[in-house]
């Protein structure tokens, strides 16, 4: 299997630009995650769906960031307008539903705004 | 929500040398995982361990599920093994939400 695929690897863009992170799920797995990594507030959950549909976006910092999920092997994480404090490494992880509960990351997306 | 603690925060050693790792948990749990982040900031899954004993070559982990800890060991550690791990738990009623610790930073020395 191909793991979790994310793209792009590294993005830069200024402040203001609408950025864009893709993320292609493990083939059979129903549960897709998106994750942010800083220096200050670590790796934290953002949002996650199940079967395309999101469940829990309680981590979502702000209504400038928006996922959508609209089939089982595509998502995005949006970020319109982007702010320098936006930059982190950004995670996608997908996992089976019934067990085990072990989620399986893609190589994540370093984003910078200038 | 469920607390992760891990220690030690950093940790040098020369090559050859063995560690632990410890993660404490305030809760139960239902998953526990390790990962390695490598100095290319890929996150690598180790164990998928939320009780019992693992091995996978120089490296094996123990999950305590009653006393709330899991122990990472690196035998004959090597230079490549030198990165940031990661003790992640999901539960504490909090299902489906990986909650990670601080992480341990290693530093292996030729």
């Known amino acids: 299997d191909a793991g979790v695929i994310q793209s792009p690897r590294h993005e830069v863009t200024e402040m203001g630009q609408e950025v864009t992170l893709r993320c292609k799920p493990i083939?059979?797995?129903?549960?897709l995650f998106w994750y942010r990594q800083t220096m200050m507030r670590g790796l934290e959950l953002l949002i996650y769906f199940n079967n395309n549909v999101p469940i829990d976006d309680s981590g979502m910092p702000e209504d400038r960031f928006s996922a959508k999920m609209p089939n089982a092997s595509f998502s995005t994480l949006k970020i319109q307008p982007s702010e320098p404090r936006d930059s982190a490494v950004y995670f996608c992880?997908?996992?089976?539903?019934?067990?085990?509960?072990?989620?399986?990351f893609g190589p994540g997306t370093r984003l910078t705004v200038t | 929500g469920i607390q992760v603690e891990q220690s030690p925060p950093d940790l040098i050693l020369q090559e050859g040398a063995n560690s632990t790792l410890r993660c404490n948990f305030s809760d139960s749990v239902n998953n526990l995982q390790w990962f390695h982040q490598n100095p290319w900031g890929q996150l690598i899954n180790l164990f998928y361990?939320?009780?019992g004993t693992k091995q996978n070559g120089r490296l094996s982990a123990t999950t305590v599920a009653t006393e709330r800890y899991s122990l990472l060991y690196i035998s004959s550690s090597q230079t490549t093994d030198s990165g940031v791990y990661f003790c992640a738990v999901e539960g504490g009623g909090a299902t489906n939400k990986l909650i990670f610790g601080t992480g341990t930073l290693l530093a292996v020395q030729p």
């Open positions: 083939s059979g797995h129903d549960y």
């Open positions: 992880a997908s996992r089976v539903s019934g067990g085990p509960y072990e989620q399986y």
């Open positions: 361990i939320p009780s």
